[in-house]
């Protein structure tokens, strides 16, 4: 009989249960997730092939490396194709969301997409895995504070990391996580938890906080926050989700979620200069409450 190798992640309080016949190792981000606390566990199967088959389907979504298609039954086939060699596919990956349960087989001879943990996350779509489970995760920075968590969301390029480190300089707060943080409400409450996906500040702090505000950056002159209504906090908290886009239950699953989310959450528009007036506009809007004003220089 094969020997499996199993191992638990644990990302939002949501288990995601390795089952693998090859040995690999579990990187440097992943370690601090490496736990079985979770309230549901998705298992994920992986197994070698010398010959890949899956059902013959429309083709729904095709990029350089990846091919979705939607069988007849509903369910979505991600066929993975080996870098540089665009019609040369070595993995198949299925995700049956009513059994919990991910199917990954992949052609002998190419362990090598699959010696680390990302490896694996890569080819599973944690991203829905984690949605159908009820979390959303947001491109922003996640920091700790004593108002509770504050999230820093906008384009590439616009400052997240800038202002979280800020907080962190001058009043105290704790980076948790600097690229991927995941929301999830739980009992009631709207909870930021850190993932092992940080981008370029490596913080990968596996811990929550309530959720207190999620800020979206604009680069100014001048500091000025506006809090934005349901319609516009939806619609920019929405652009920053990571969401399979090909797969119609996962975008509704996540309209849901989102609109829930902006309804319950304060979002705001923070249009600021990377320096502490950024920091001292939010801190006396999150200390007082109050709805728009600017800083004075």
Same mark, same amino acid.
């Given at each position: 009989?094969?020997?499996?190798?199993?191992?638990?992640?644990?990302?939002?309080?949501?288990?995601?249960?390795?089952?693998?016949?090859?040995?690999?190792?579990?990187?440097?981000?992943?370690?601090? *997730?490496?736990? #079985?606390?979770?309230?549901?566990?998705?298992?994920?199967?992986?197994?070698?092939?010398?010959?890949?088959?899956?059902?013959?389907?429309?083709?729904?979504?095709?990029? =350089?490396?990846?091919?979705? +298609?939607?069988?007849?039954?509903?369910?979505?086939?991600?066929?993975?194709?080996?870098?540089? =060699?665009?019609?040369?596919?070595? $993995?198949?990956?299925?995700?049956?969301?009513?059994?919990?349960?991910?199917?990954?087989?992949?052609?002998?001879?190419?362990?090598?997409?699959?010696?680390?943990?990302?490896?694996?996350?890569?080819?599973?779509?944690?991203?829905?895995?984690? +949605?159908?489970?009820?979390?959303?995760?947001?491109?922003?920075?996640?920091?700790?504070?004593?108002?509770?968590?504050?999230? *820093?969301?906008?384009?590439?390029?616009?400052?997240?990391?800038?202002?979280?480190?800020?907080?962190? =300089?001058?009043?105290?707060?704790?980076?948790?996580?600097?690229?991927?943080?995941?929301?999830?409400?739980?009992?009631?409450?709207?909870?930021?938890?850190?993932?092992?996906?940080?981008?370029?500040?490596?913080?990968?702090?596996?811990?929550?906080?309530?959720?207190?505000?999620?800020?979206? +950056?604009?680069?100014?002159?001048?500091? =000025?926050?506006?809090?934005?209504?349901?319609?516009?906090? *939806?619609?920019?908290? *929405?652009?920053?989700?990571?969401?399979?886009?090909? #797969?119609?239950?996962?975008?509704?699953? $996540?309209?849901?979620?989102?609109?829930?989310?902006?309804?319950?959450?304060?979002?705001?528009?923070?249009?600021?200069?990377? #320096?502490?007036?950024?920091?001292?506009?939010?801190?006396?809007?999150?200390?007082?409450?109050?709805?728009?004003?600017? +800083?004075?220089?």
């Amino acid at each position: 009989m094969e020997q499996k190798n199993k191992v638990v992640y644990c990302l939002a309080n949501v288990n995601i249960r390795l089952e693998v016949s090859e040995k690999f190792r579990t990187t440097k981000d992943f370690i601090t *997730f490496q736990d #079985d606390k979770g309230d549901c566990t998705y298992d994920v199967q992986l197994f070698t092939v010398e010959e890949l088959s899956y059902q013959r389907s429309p083709v729904v979504y095709e990029e =350089r490396y990846l091919k979705v +298609l939607k069988t007849s039954d509903g369910k979505y086939i991600r066929i993975y194709n080996e870098e540089k =060699r665009e019609d040369n596919p070595y $993995a198949v990956s299925c995700f049956d969301k009513e059994q919990q349960q991910i199917k990954i087989s992949y052609l002998k001879g190419y362990e090598k997409f699959f010696r680390v943990s990302e490896g694996y996350f890569a080819h599973m779509g944690w991203e829905s895995i984690l +949605l159908n489970a009820g979390c959303l995760i947001l491109h922003a920075a996640l920091i700790r504070t004593l108002y509770g968590a504050i999230l *820093f969301s906008g384009p590439s390029g616009i400052g997240k990391s800038t202002q979280a480190e800020l907080w962190c =300089r001058h009043i105290g707060a704790e980076l948790l996580n600097g690229d991927r943080p995941i929301l999830r409400k739980s009992k009631g409450i709207w909870s930021a938890y850190g993932s092992p996906y940080a981008g370029s500040s490596r913080i990968c702090v596996n811990d929550s906080c309530p959720v207190r505000v999620i800020v979206m +950056l604009k680069k100014s002159d001048t500091c =000025r926050l506006r809090r934005l209504n349901q319609s516009e906090a *939806f619609k920019a908290v *929405f652009a920053g989700l990571t969401i399979s886009t090909w #797969d119609s239950g996962d975008m509704n699953k $996540a309209c849901d979620l989102a609109i829930q989310l902006t309804s319950e959450i304060e979002v705001f528009e923070l249009s600021c200069t990377p #320096d502490i007036r950024a920091v001292k506009i939010l801190q006396n809007e999150l200390m007082k409450g109050g709805r728009e004003w600017t +800083l004075k220089i």
